[in-house]
């Protein structure tokens, strides 16, 4: 089969790069264009460790085809951090503890502030309903929803 050549904005850069047409973008990212951030953790959509946004929208990226990226925005753990400044989320997480082994850690924190983006202020019912599709092992959720309220506190008062 011919590669498809994907022309995609990737944590708002101009990014071009060849696919195979079965290649998910979850693939591409960590393969292709060596975004390792995004983690596979079942490849079946069901983890979340490898959340992204595709044009504003919060998705799994080994269930969405590389080639689906044509023309639209793809957002991940790469982007979240301007330069050598953690987000905000990024430093609750640390403070809270909230992450130990890493596996799904990427994928909560684009998930989390996809939630943050669309509500500064969410109960800590509404965080636990979004962040649902992710999955950890290692933690109890409770530092990471902890973190994610704290993160949003912090956001609204700055």
């Known amino acids: 089969m011919s590669q498809i050549h994907v022309s995609t904005k990737i ?28 983690k596979e953790g079942c490849g079946t959509g069901d983890c979340g460790a490898c959340s992204v946004t595709l ?9 969405v085809l590389g080639a689906e990226a044509q023309d639209r925005e793809v957002g991940t753990v ?3 951090a301007e330069g050598d400044s953690l987000h905000p989320l990024q430093k609750k997480f640390l403070e809270h503890a909230a992450l130990q082994c ?9 998930a989390a502030k996809s939630l943050l983006e ?5 109960s ?3 965080v636990r309903y979004w962040l649902a599709g ?19 506190k912090e956001m609204r008062s700055a």
Do not use: H, Q, W
């Not at 044009?55 to 269930?63: P, S």
């Not at 669309?118 to 969410?122: G, V």
């Open 11 to 38: 944590n708002g850069d101009a990014t071009e790069y060849l696919c195979e047409p079965e290649e998910t973008l979850l693939d591409v990212l960590r393969d292709r264009l060596g975004m390792t951030g995004s």
């Open 134 to 152: 992710n999955l950890c092992r290692c933690t109890g959720y409770d530092k990471i929803v902890r973190a994610v309220l704290d993160t949003a």
């Open 124 to 126: 800590e019912e509404e």
């Open 102 to 110: 890493g596996v799904c850690t990427p994928g909560f924190l684009v």
């Open 118 to 122: 669309r509500n500064s202020d969410p």
């Open 78 to 80: 790469e982007g979240i």
């Open 55 to 63: 044009d504003g929208r919060l998705v799994c990226a080994c269930l």
